[in-house]
């Protein structure tokens, strides 16, 4: 059974770190490119970063670049996001996704990723 699983959400106050992280199940995870998104309250979802299969190429969203970083471990079959220096405004359900790619492909197609753990909340408050 496919299945990802998200963990590592949790409070934090503005100026901490938390690590995310997504097990992959049932599928060879090295075939695909991992992509976290995350969607805030009365916000549309929106994709924060990718890594492609390969690990080699990395994408972020403006809004996180130079705080948060992607990374993959395909022997644990996990793909790990990195927070540091959080603010309010990354206040959301995260969540992994998946999409299965050709070898160095590309991860930013946000709108085709079809694979989806249920989420974790990350709270980021004084």
């Known amino acids: 059974q496919f299945t990802l699983v998200e963990s590592g959400g949790g409070l934090v106050q503005p100026g901490g770190s938390l690590r995310l992280s997504c097990a992959a199940s049932g599928f060879t995870v090295s075939w695909y490119a991992i992509g976290w998104f995350r969607q805030a309250p009365g916000k549309e979802r929106e994709g924060v970063s990718c890594?492609?299969?390969?690990?080699?190429?990395?994408t972020y969203a403006d809004s996180v670049k130079g705080r948060f970083t992607i990374s993959r471990d395909n022997a644990k079959n996990t793909v790990y996001l990195q927070m540091n220096n959080l603010k309010p405004e990354d206040t959301a359900v995260y969540y992994c996704?998946?999409?299965?790619?050709?070898?160095?492909?590309?991860?930013?197609?946000?709108?085709?990723?079809?694979?989806w753990g249920q989420g974790t909340q990350v709270t980021v408050s004084s």
């Open positions: 890594i492609s299969n390969s690990g080699s190429t990395t």
């Open positions: 996704s998946a999409l299965f790619t050709r070898p160095f492909a590309p991860c930013s197609s946000w709108s085709q990723y079809n694979y």
